[in-house]
């Protein structure tokens, strides 16, 4: 089922016409940047930078059984949200490892759209297939049928607003909130019929944004059209790597860094994310008997410019390995070195010392609590 | 305007300037763009030894590390201590302000790298 070929998005003819470097991510050819990627990180903490994240994978869970089903095969409970309403998930193994993280939209209580990791679509599809166990619900693969293109940063509800080719908004823009959604008409050309397009208020960044849902076939009208929109308002086309370092400062997990099927959601601080009470769903009964002492996440935060990097070693003072680096980088926005890595619960204590082993060379290095930026609202 | 024909090249993606005896040492606009914005270098100071074929230094970027290699035997006679500052420099202007290390070499040493054009035929680019 894996594509031995990356494959593109439908907006590649856009990237390559913008000059973007490209970069293999999850069986996808992606746009990793476009000139600079530390100058499109700072347009979307200053301004607003777009995204083509159609490499997500979309499913949708469609019937009467549709929160039922979303009940079980994910950590948390999904059939109470609002409609409109967005929730971050998690779909687990029996053993309690996490083998995606999701952001589940409920459209109504007979509908709703999960969105994947593009890594993960396949491994998502066969848990959720195994996991309607007679239910009456069903479950498609539309990552072909749906583009999405996110628009991020304080100056994105800006360029929606004037994005003339989208209007009737179920809810105004002014009033849609964070992990929200709504429904709009897009027109993708002068006298075309509208089509439906989905808005959520949701994002991967740290900063206000939203994530635009498209038909595939109508993704480059809708890429030119906040383009346009977005000139007077400083949006820049951005890439992963810009995406990756402001996920990392708002504290955000990758799949495949911080989250895995080896790593349960407590021990990376996603607690939140499983349903408490009577709720059976798959992973529950692994989880009520974790053992103590396995590692958690942490933040650490260095001085100078070296930075630890996924796969590097941990040490305490004594030099002892008691972790490792899941993400890092020189922090553009905060001008030192951040990570997030797996340590033992012994040295997890906010405020302590350990150092990170750079290429041989002990940087030392401050557990920090997590995220390490936060936007002023 | 450097003239880029007249630089030496390596495989690992070095430039290479002779003026005399002393060579400057940079990394091509390719290197410089494979790596992204570049935020941090630890380059060899001055008096430091190296041997062709070496990693002397390393070149960061947010997203990757990238390894200096020693292009030909020789002793350090500066580095680009402005690159602390403003590293940037590296992806700005690989071929001049962000140029690495000058070394002391044997001239003769250099006449052996690639010549531009054996470069971009590694590369796959052309002029």
Redesign the interface.
Known sequence: MTHPEPRFTPLRERHEALGASFTDFGGWSMPVRYTSDLAEHRAVREAAGIFDISHMAEFLVAGPDAGAFLDFALSGRLSTIADDQAKYSLVLDTTGGIVDDVIVYRQHAERFIVVANAGNRHAVATAFAERIQGRDVRVEDWTDRIALIAVQGPASPAVLADTTEISGWTTPLGELGYYRMAHADFVPSPGAEPVPVHIGRTGYTGEDGFEVFVRTEDALAMWDALRRAGEGHGLVPAGLAARDTLRLEAGMPLYGHELSLDVSPVQVGLGRAVARGDDDFVGRSALAVEAAGRPVLVGLAAEGRRAGRAGYAVRDENGAEIGVVTSGALSPTLGHPIAMALVAPDHAATGGTLSIDVRGTLVPATVTELPFYRRTK | MTDLNTLKYTAEHEWVALDGDVATVGITDYAA??L??V??A?LPAAGTTVSAGQVCG?I????S?GELYAPVDGEVVEANTALDDDP?AI?ADPFGDGWLVKLRVDPGAVAGLLDRVAYLALTGGAE
Do not use: L, P
């Open positions: 763009e494979k992204g914005d935020v941090f630890e390393e960061e970027s947010t997203k590390v940037s992806n």
